[in-house]
């Protein structure tokens, strides 16, 4: 599965139904620093993480070694696909952030795909110098201010906050793609990412096996590297929230000896 994997439909359980209606009534109230770790449901979210990884190892692990074994060609291809698929949700987000550059270099690059590379099949931008600047609505309310709440573990889409759990749900409700194509066609773009996915578990599977198998506790692991590497993406390599820039190495075992 990874340690995120989007979900493939917007419903989540009620535990979280009421945890997105806490979040928008208290305005997901932010943690102290970059080292702060704000879990008030891990019992929870440790039987969640339970499920995540026994789907892992039964499911998703097995069908990634499938996906690694088609030629490189082709999932280079689906890579490019499902990244071009990804940009028009990635402008209306760097609209809603006002961040015009970023809009207008990933419409550039939208547009440069569609056209030179085959519709997206070919990432001829990313070779004219047009790299992608890729967001989500996570990121949208964090540029709003809004905190990134208590953390929480996902059914099949792992580790999350409370506002990337609302930003997952409002992409998924909201993706400019699969609310312009017929039911046909954005089936088959959900099948596109769903590879691409698994081909990215494919990729890193070394890293997270380690995570998942070889710590001594997965679910405190994976809970560290997720936090550090999202809040260093907001940042966008500057403090986290909270000012504090204190490094976590994401790799080291908070429970090793």
């Known amino acids: 599965m990874g340690l995120k994997i989007p979900l493939i439909s917007g419903r ?45 190892r039964g499911l998703v692990a097995p069908a990634s070694q499938g996906v690694g074994s088609v030629p490189e060609p082709i999932r280079r291809g689906v890579d490019n696909l499902a990244g071009t698929l990804a940009l028009p949700g990635d402008i209306a987000n760097n609209l809603l952030q006002l961040r015009l550059a970023d809009a207008a270099q990933n419409t550039l690059r939208l547009g ?46 792992g580790p999350s906050t409370l ?49 998942l198998y070889d710590s001594a506790d997965s679910y405190a692991q994976a809970r560290l590297l997720y936090l550090q590497n999202r809040r260093f993406t907001l940042s966008r390599g500057k403090a986290a929230e909270g000012g504090d820039d204190a490094f976590i190495d994401p790799y080291e075992d908070p429970y090793a000896e």
């Open 12 to 56: 989540l359980p009620p535990i979280y139904a009421l945890a997105v209606s806490a979040c928008l009534a208290a305005g997901c109230a932010a943690p102290s620093g970059p080292t702060a770790i704000n879990d008030p449901f891990e019992p929870v979210n440790r039987q969640v993480h339970g499920f995540n990884k026994a789907v892992d």
């Open 112 to 157: 440069v795909n569609l056209t030179f590379g085959l519709a997206g099949l070919l990432d001829v931008a990313s070779e004219a110098g047009l790299e992608g600047k890729p967001t989500d609505f996570g990121e949208t309310l964090h540029v709003w201010g809004v905190g990134e709440g208590p953390y929480l573990e996902l059914p099949l889409a």
């Open 163 to 211: 506002r990337d759990t609302v930003g997952i749900i409002v992409d998924t409700a909201l993706d400019p793609v699969n609310r312009a194509l017929p039911v046909r066609e954005a089936t088959a773009a959900l099948g596109i990412r769903l590879f691409s996915r698994l081909g990215d578990r494919s990729r890193f599977s070394a890293t997270v096996d380690s995570i």
